[in-house]
């Protein structure tokens, strides 16, 4: 097994095999009430209080499409830079199953209301276009618990009817790593344009994922198999892991693959079959003829692409020419909206370079640390562009500047009342630094003699004693400056 | 004063307006005849003691602005009526109370109409003589042995039977026109997207259309005027403008050019049906309009085009009575056994037969050769319409290819019954409005209609046309009470 640049690359037996990876995510989409009734979305309700009678399917109730989620799916559309179609049609998904109330699923079939379109992720080996083939509305159904009742399966309409957008990449990812700055891509677009939280814990974000193998170099797509219902990143990542191998392990063996429909056990680490093609379901789509052709007009249209905010990677491109950041801070920067304009607010008033520093560092470990997002931040943007011109004009060292940083995130403390409070300012009086610097040479007679014979490391020696000494006070420029004469 | 229950709509509206009757007497009335025509099956439902105290509510505060004022209307049990059970005419309902009202519904109560019980009707609608109903058939007050015909059976019965003064049915293919040709009364079918579908138990989405059912005209005019309104909870309502139907309702028709297609004479249509339809077409000369011979080529391809795409639908539709949420539920070792033996006691034959038809032309290779091409026929009738309608403002034709057959006949023979639709499908298909008025009685005395079609969203015109040629018609419907001991 080797990896070269982003790609996943198999060998056995002195043959290379790639992986081909193609998405279904299915992203829920953020809105008040569901795509063909008035119910709330509200995530976490006590089961079955957001049931209409349409999400119920009682007779004679009809679905009226929700004009937000239409918007909302054209919005993400724009956002993958897709092809809007102005004219869509809403199928029914045929099958039986005890949380699917009218028997069949709202879907868009032939008819999407997206077409094609793009993602651009970013790998350490540089930028990837990766190909969207549609994405198209659709209901979600209710949910089974099997769990909570020894007899009985309970069901929760609560999700029945929410609206779901179904993003179809083309088979052009090639390796988990991918995958994940896919999803996450992906994730980030529609967080900056507000149309899927991009939970993947609450279930906002899971995806089927294809998987495919061919030796390297030929063209023809190998059979793939489905792997559905993947909820976490990492989990989709196990699972294209182990069922390459496997695919790869069938070839070798001489044996074919199945296109079939498989799950991904997390416990077990390891795909299984749920069901192969020839029991493959008869969807038996056709047109929903309770609801008329979706048609949008141009100035609909325009309308929705002057609501796009500022996306990520022209986002990017602005931190780069106007922060002069790299390419890699900028990615980071704005893979998150409020990451972004946590940033711009920090820089507004402080140094770029250290505000990049200072929160791609110190402030993510603390938030990883204590799992939490930017708009948690325990430090404010407000008080952390304080903290960093008090760095920038002397009054307190990087060092100190840490210490001050622990003691702000107590209740988002003013960094300049702390320096106030714990007598925290930098020592740059050259009088008083003289004193010190005069006691400890006075106190190091050896060290110096040794230095002054061309042991000139031991600078460093007298560096930290007079920081020691001045209690991590001392601004170091001037420190240096006079133990230079002094020496 | 004539008996009450033999009085029409607008004379029993006139006359509670000029206190000549109280809401509780009409009331009574058809009470009383409903009870006594038990016979007749006609309801599945009766719902009188509550409409006697909303008559005599009505009565101590009478609201004269109202269209139809304290009049009690019994409806087809396809009609969702809160807090009243509503069956569909299935074994898989039977024990169904809706919370909430159909749009249609909902607007006879607002302009003073009064439940007086839920009409029996062929299961789902499915059907042409209302045998296939759970509460058992209905029978014709022509005839004890005559089939109403269907699916709307029970309305047909107790319009024809005076049980009510107007009711409404529901037309996926005839249900409403050819029921009303078998007992000699008025059906009109509006243009789809007329009524709102709300609330009313589905067969075939979009085909499907709620239509009043009257002793004339005028009546008919009246009713279509209450239940037809834009509803936004219907995504298939159209939002067109709708005319005072029975204000303007007029006989001038001088002038009007009405179509006559020469593919409506089917091979062994009965002499008596070609007579009739002779008929017509001299009192339309009569009226002063004049008769033009128009070609509707497709129309040989309607039934099989309607008995592909209205299955279709209908198996999605009925999905949902599953024995999971509400309705009918059959016990079972797990969930898929449940499914098979709740529907399978649930749904009745001819029911079953649809479901698995339409399972079958949307089936993953045969989608293309039936469900796709029917939608293409479809068109192809539809186009037929339109280039006729360039010619005509209306077309005339006999509602049905015979007279009402006897209770049993058919019931053995599926296609048989199918082809009493023949008439009146290309109308659903087309999605267009028409009528069925009671024109003369063949040789048993029993009753045949004409059918009047007319052009999307024009039924005023259709109902002027109606309305002219009742009168030159004169029709005197047979009924002797023989149900009444």
């Given at each position: 097994m080797s990896k070269e640049n982003t790609e996943y690359l198999i060998s056995r037996n002195k043959k290379i095999y790639e992986v081909i990876i193609g998405l279904e995510v299915h992203a829920q989409v953020i809105s008040n009430s569901k795509l063909f009734s008035s119910s709330s979305t509200k995530?976490?309700?006590?089961?079955?209080?957001?049931?209409s009678l349409v999400d119920a399917a009682f007779p004679g109730m009809l679905p009226v499409i929700n004009e937000f989620c239409i918007k909302q799916a054209i919005k993400t559309g724009l956002g993958l830079r897709a092809k809007i179609n102005k004219r869509s049609v809403f199928d029914r998904k045929n099958y039986f199953y005890a949380d699917l109330p009218q028997g069949y699923q709202i879907s868009q079939f032939n008819y999407p209301i997206v077409g094609e379109g793009s993602v651009i992720i970013d790998m350490p080996n540089g930028q990837k276009t990766v190909g969207i083939e549609r994405l198209h509305l659709e209901q979600d159904a209710g949910k089974s618990i099997h769990d909570m009742d020894p007899q009985n399966t309970l069901i929760d309409l609560n999700r029945s009817g929410v609206a779901l957008m179904e993003i179809v990449s083309k088979p052009d990812l090639r390796s988990p790593e991918e995958v994940s700055a896919y999803i996450k891509k992906l994730r980030s677009i529609m967080r900056y344009l507000g149309?899927?939280?991009?939970?993947m814990q609450e279930g906002s974000l899971r995806a089927d994922v294809n998987v495919s193998v061919r030796l390297k170099g030929t063209e023809k797509l190998g059979t793939r198999c489905e792997i559905k219902n993947v909820n976490s990143i990492k989990f989709m990542q196990m699972a294209i892991n182990y069922e390459a191998n496997r695919q790869v392990d069938l070839i070798e063996d001489g044996k074919t693959i199945n296109q079939e429909t498989r799950l991904f056990d997390t416990k077990k680490n390891e795909t299984r079959s749920m069901r192969n093609k020839e029991d493959a379901h008869d969807y038996r789509y056709f047109p929903d003829p309770d609801l008329l052709p979706l048609e949008v007009s141009d100035e609909f249209i325009n309308k929705l692409i002057a609501e796009i905010p500022e996306l990520p990677d022209d986002k990017k491109k602005r931190f780069i020419d106007k922060f002069k950041l790299s390419s890699y801070e900028a990615t980071i920067l704005v893979s998150d909206l409020e990451t972004s304009k946590y940033f711009e607010e920090v820089v507004e008033n402080s140094d770029v370079k250290l505000a990049t520093n200072w929160i791609t560092g110190d402030l993510f470990a603390v938030l990883n640390d204590k799992n939490l997002e930017i708009s948690q931040s325990p430090v404010s943007a407000k008080n952390l562009s304080k903290l960093i011109n008090l760095i920038k004009n002397g009054t307190i060292s990087g060092k100190i500047a840490k210490t001050i940083f622990e003691l702000m995130m107590d209740g988002d403390k003013d960094p300049s009342k702390i320096v106030e409070e714990k007598e925290l300012k930098q020592e740059s009086d050259p009088k008083e630094l003289e004193a010190i610097i005069n006691k400890v040479i006075q106190d190091n007679p050896d060290k110096v003699r040794d230095f002054k014979s061309g042991k000139t490391k031991l600078f460093g020696f007298f560096v930290g004693l007079v920081m020691k000494v001045s209690g991590g006070k001392a601004n170091p420029q001037l420190v240096n400056d006079i133990l230079k004469q002094k020496l | 004063m004539n008996s009450i229950t033999s009085q029409s709509l607008t004379t029993l509206v006139k006359n509670i307006k000029n206190k000549k009757l109280s809401s509780e007497e009409v009331t009574k009335a058809f009470i009383e005849r409903s009870e006594k025509s038990k016979d007749l099956n006609a309801y599945i439902t009766e719902d009188y003691s509550n409409a006697l105290s909303k008559a005599k509510k009505f009565d101590q505060?009478?609201?004269?602005?109202?269209?139809?004022?304290?009049i009690p209307i019994a409806v087809k049990d396809l009609f969702c009526t809160n807090n009243v059970k509503t069956t569909a005419g299935s074994k898989i309902l039977s024990n169904f109370i809706p919370t909430y009202e159909s749009t249609v519904t909902q607007n006879i109560w607002n302009e003073g109409g009064i439940l007086l019980g839920k009409l029996n009707c062929d299961e789902f609608a499915m059907g042409s003589s209302n045998e296939t109903s759970f509460f058992g058939n209905v029978k014709n007050p022509i005839d004890k042995d005559l089939v109403p015909g269907g699916s709307s059976g029970g309305s047909a019965a107790a319009i024809s039977g005076q049980l009510t003064p107007i009711t409404i049915g529901t037309d996926t293919g005839g249900s409403i026109r050819q029921p009303a040709s078998f007992t000699g009364t008025v059906g009109l079918k509006p243009?789809?997207?007329?009524?709102?579908?709300?609330g009313i138990v589905a067969f075939a989405s979009s085909l499907d259309q709620a239509g009043p059912m009257a002793q004339s005209v005028q009546d008919c005019a009246l009713l279509q005027e209450i239940i037809s309104t834009y509803d936004p909870k219907d995504s298939t309502s159209a939002d067109f403008k709708r005319n005072s139907l029975s204000k303007e309702l007029t006989r001038e028709i001088k002038g009007k050019k009405i179509g006559i297609p020469k593919e409506y004479r089917v091979d062994g249509m009965p002499g008596e049906i070609e007579k009739l339809w002779q008929k017509g077409i001299e009192y339309v000369k009569d009226c002063g309009a004049e008769i033009i011979d128009i070609s509707l080529p497709h129309t040989k391809y309607a039934l099989p085009t309607y008995y592909i795409i209205a299955p279709a639908e209908a198996s999605s539709n009925l999905a949902r009575y599953d024995g999971v949420k509400y309705g009918f539920r059959s016990k079972g070792e797990n969930l898929i056994d449940m499914y098979e033996k709740t529907r399978s006691e649930g749904f009745g034959d001819e029911v079953k037969r649809r479901i698995i038809i339409g399972t079958y032309v949307l089936s993953s290779g045969y989608y293309d050769a039936y469900y796709l091409k029917a939608q293409k026929v479809r068109k192809l009738i539809k186009n037929d319409f339109d280039e006729a309608y360039k010619k005509v403002d209306a077309i005339i034709t006999p509602?049905?290819?015979?007279?009402a057959f006897k209770i049993g006949e058919k019931t053995s023979d599926p296609v048989s019954m199918y082809l009493n639709d023949i008439f009146t499908v290309p109308v659903n298909l087309a999605g267009l409005p028409a009528i069925s008025i009671p024109a003369g009685h063949d040789t048993k005395g029993y009753p045949l209609g004409l059918q009047i079609i007319g052009k999307a969203f024009q039924e005023q015109e259709l109902l002027n046309i109606a309305y002219a040629l009742e009168e030159k018609i004169s029709f005197k419907n047979k009924i002797k009470d023989w149900w009444i001991k």
């Open positions: 995530f976490g309700a006590e089961p079955n209080t957001q049931v149309t899927c939280d991009g939970n | 505060n009478p609201n004269f602005d109202l269209k139809i004022p304290g243009t789809y997207g007329s009524c709102s579908r709300y509602s049905t290819p015979s007279s």
